[in-house]
């Protein structure tokens, strides 16, 4: 069976070339071309991908790394971020991706793509690997009372639920809870349990 791919970039040029280099492996069918989220979001609800080359800028910003967290929500595709920026952008360790590729880098296009699908690509080890050690330091400002109570709270516990567990007051778990997010950077108030969540449920061996 090909390995599906589907390619979000919004320039006709890139859009061509890579084309013409997915036309050239037999291994590989390009099922589909995103030129904005949108269009991605709609790509991934009607079919099924293995593999999305997301471009890092689209229309002069960096919406990659966003983009990226939809693939995750709609997707099990693996993502291969193409950019023409010469540096490895750190926000990629948290965002689950699996393979790199600068676009002056074209030629070897396809065999990252095969790479990837298949669990052998080097760079998949090393987002992984820099996503824990980057989890550890930042888990590392948190008491271990604050450890315990934030395992059951990004698991969907209610406050009072934890309090019991604990042995402590409900206001104490509320208070703790807020120290957590302080201590850990996370500040949208309405939003802060999901990305809490969001950057923390696999890692909670780690805790």
């Known amino acids: 069976m090909k390995i599906r791919v ?11 070339l890579i084309k013409g280099h997915v036309a050239k492996e037999d291994k590989i069918s390009l099922v589909g071309v995103a030129k904005n989220g ?6 991934l609800q009607k079919q099924t991908v293995d593999v999305v080359l997301l471009d890092m800028w689209l229309k ?36 689950n991706i699996s393979g790199f590729l600068n676009k002056t880098q074209i030629d070897m296009l396809c065999n990252t793509i095969c790479c990837v699908a298949i669990g052998e690509y080097p760079y998949e080890k090393l987002f992984r690997d820099n996503k824990k ?15 315990s ?7 969907g516990k209610t ?3 934890i309090g019991i567990a604990e042995g402590v007051s409900e206001n104490t778990i509320k208070h ?16 802060r ?6 950057r923390y449920q696999d890692m909670l061996e780690y805790l």
Do not use: C
């Open 6 to 16: 589907l390619l979000l970039e919004d320039e006709d040029d890139w859009i061509t």
């Open 38 to 43: 949108a269009e991605l979001v709609q790509a």
């Open 176 to 191: 703790q809870i807020s120290s957590i997010y302080k201590k850990l950077g996370i500040k949208e108030r309405h939003k």
């Open 60 to 95: 002069g910003k960096m919406e990659g790394l966003g983009l990226a967290r939809e693939v995750r929500k709609l997707s099990n595709a693996k993502i291969i971020v193409l950019t023409s920026e010469s540096e490895i952008q750190e926000g990629l360790y948290f965002e």
């Open 133 to 147: 050690n980057l989890i550890i330091a930042e888990l590392a400002s948190l008491s271990e009372r604050e450890r």
């Open 149 to 155: 109570v934030m395992r059951p709270w990004i698991k």
């Open 159 to 161: 406050m009072v639920q």
């Open 193 to 198: 349990r999901e990305q809490l969540k969001e």
